[in-house]
C-alpha cells in the first residue's frame, strides 16, 4: 500500500506550457506539503496546506498553485513553465506537525 | 526564527567506518528532531526522531541524542555499510506552528 503517491514520475515539457502534477496520501494525515528539490539536494518548501489553512512560501512564484480537492489530495499547477521550473517535486503529508511522510517524486524537464 | 544547520559534505567513508554528521539547531520553543535519508532517486523516508530533551532516536544501527544544552542532533552509525550511501538530512518540527525546518543535506557514499 502506497502511503504517499505521485503522478507522473517524470514530466518533460516545453517551456510556456502549462502542467499538472497529482499527490494522493492515504495515511488520513490532515497536513499537505509540496518541496522543490534541485540539484545539488537542496530542498526548499512551496506551500503547506490543512483544511484550514494554506501557507505559500513567498518566494514562489504566482505560477505555481496548489489545489486540493479533498483532504486526501493536493494537486500542483504550474503555468508558463520556465527551464529554472526543472527539478524534482515532492509532495509529503503529515499529522499536525508530526514527522513528514514523502512521497517518491516527480523529476520535472523543463526544455 | 527557526533553523536548522548540518555539515556540508560530500562524505566518503570505507566500508565499516565510524559516521558522524553533525546538526545544530535553533529554536524558539520545544522542537520535534528528525534524521530523514533519501537514497537515489527515492523521496526522503523517515530515519529517526526524538521529541524531547535527552531522547535517543534510534533505526538500522543508526543514533541520534536530542542535545538542549548544545542544541545538537548528531547522526552517528558504528560501521557503515555500501547500502547507506545516501543523503542525509537533519530536520525540526515546532509544536506550536505550522512548520517543517529541513537542513541543506549531507551526501553520504560508502566504498567497499
Redesign the interface.
Given at each position: 500500500d502506497t502511503a504517499?503517491s505521485q503522478t507522473p514520475k517524470y514530466l518533460v515539457t516545453q517551456m510556456g506550457n502549462d502542467k499538472s502534477i497529482k499527490c494522493e496520501q492515504n495515511l488520513g494525515h490532515d497536513?499537505m506539503?509540496w518541496y522543490k528539490q534541485d540539484s545539488k539536494?537542496?530542498?526548499k518548501?512551496m506551500f503547506?496546506y490543512?483544511n484550514k489553512?494554506l501557507?505559500i512560501n513567498e518566494t514562489v512564484p504566482n505560477r505555481f498553485s496548489p489545489k486540493s480537492p479533498d483532504k486526501a489530495h493536493l494537486n500542483l499547477h504550474i503555468n508558463s513553465l520556465e527551464l529554472g521550473d526543472s527539478a524534482v517535486y515532492?509532495c509529503?503529508s503529515?499529522r499536525?506537525?508530526?514527522?513528514?511522510?514523502?512521497?517518491?517524486?516527480t523529476r520535472l524537464t523543463v526544455t | 526564527g527557526d533553523s536548522v544547520t548540518q555539515m556540508e559534505g560530500p562524505v566518503t567513508l570505507s566500508e565499516e567506518a565510524f559516521l558522524t554528521i553533525n546538526c545544530t539547531y535553533t529554536a524558539t520553543g520545544y522542537p520535534?528532531l528528525?534524521w530523514?535519508v533519501?537514497y537515489p532517486g527515492?523521496?526522503?523516508?523517515?530515519l529517526l526522531?526524538a521529541t524531547k530533551a535527552d531522547d535517543k532516536g534510534s533505526n538500522k544501527g543508526f543514533e541520534a541524542t536530542y542535545r538542549k544544552e548544545t542544541t545538537s542532533f548528531h547522526l552517528e552509525k558504528g560501521s557503515v555499510q555500501v547500502s547507506d550511501s545516501a543523503?542525509y538530512?537533519c530536520a525540526l518540527?515546532?509544536?506550536s506552528?505550522?512548520?517543517?525546518y529541513?537542513g541543506?543535506?549531507t551526501?553520504l557514499t560508502v566504498i567497499p
Open positions: 504517499v497536513t506539503y539536494k537542496f530542498l518548501i503547506s490543512n489553512e501557507i515532492f509529503a503529515s499536525g506537525t508530526h514527522e513528514q511522510y514523502f512521497g517518491p517524486g | 520535534s528528525f530523514y533519501q527515492e523521496g526522503l523516508q523517515l526522531k543523503v538530512f518540527s515546532e509544536r506552528g505550522n512548520q517543517f529541513f541543506t543535506g551526501s
